[in-house]
């Protein structure tokens, strides 16, 4: 397996770390190591406009959406 050595971290990133990871009961090694996988592996890849789009129910029709332009105006005084 491999190791990974992480330099230069602000000293309130590592605090903020070990305190994640004693609330959860793991050390802050094993905590990183699952900080790292959710960020790469678990977590769901973006998805772009198109598939958000194709998503969308296909519901109604056009000219449910069409906006009114026939609406009475005002009088003017």
């Known amino acids: 397996?491999?190791?990974?050595v992480v330099r230069g971290l602000e000293d309130d990133l590592v605090v903020l770390l070990k305190q994640r990871a004693a609330a959860r009961g793991r050390s802050?090694?094993?905590e990183h190591r699952v900080i790292l996988r959710e960020?790469?592996?678990?977590?769901?890849p973006r998805r772009t406009f198109k598939?958000?789009?194709?998503?969308?129910?296909d519901v109604g029709v056009d000219d449910d959406y069409r906006p009114v332009r026939d609406l009475p105006r005002p009088?003017?005084?």
């Open 75 to 77: 009088d003017a005084e």
């Open 51 to 57: 598939a958000l789009l194709l998503s969308m129910p």
């Open 39 to 44: 960020a790469l592996v678990d977590s769901d």
């Open 28 to 30: 802050a090694e094993a």
């Open 1 to 4: 397996m491999a190791q990974l």
